[in-house]
């Protein structure tokens, strides 16, 4: 299944698309029927187990009797409150290279080191 699916966004709109069967005092069965389709898809529809495509979704909201862009300008200005409550995560400040400092120095590598030279490091105490 898609993230999209389950995502807040997609909560707010199925809330709204089973709040408007609701308000015509319409159960599953009867938008299945004016639909053409069963009740059960419409449960699918409203619980997020199936997406709508866009001609769906208008035929849907025509069978409600809803002005399909009435409904799309409700469902923005209520994903739009919801962004606004959100909280943002704060940006990671960057740092200019200049700030930084030149980078470190990398270990020598096999090749690098001095044929014949012993590396000196104190060993480790017990």
């Known amino acids: 299944m898609s993230k ?3 995502s807040r966004h997609s909560k ?5 698309l089973r709040k408007q069967r609701e308000a015509r005092q319409l159960r599953q069965a009867d938008l ?3 639909l053409g389709r069963s009740q059960g898809w419409v449960s699918y529809v409203e619980r997020g187990q199936t997406a709508l495509n866009i001609i769906e979704l208008r035929e849907w ?3 409600l009797g809803v002005e ?3 409904f799309l300008h ?3 200005a209520e994903l739009r409150l919801l962004e606004a409550l959100r909280p943002r995560a704060k940006p990671r400040l960057r740092l200019a290279k200049s700030v930084l400092g030149p980078p470190p ?3 020598p590598t096999v090749d690098q080191v001095t ?3 012993i590396p000196t490091t104190k060993p480790a105490k017990r």
């Open 105 to 107: 120095q990398a270990s």
């Open 32 to 34: 299945g029927e004016l």
């Open 12 to 16: 707010i709109f199925l809330n709204k």
């Open 61 to 63: 909201l025509d069978a």
């Open 115 to 117: 044929p014949g030279a």
């Open 68 to 70: 399909f862009l009435d």
């Open 4 to 6: 999209a699916l389950h």
């Open 74 to 76: 409700e469902l923005d």
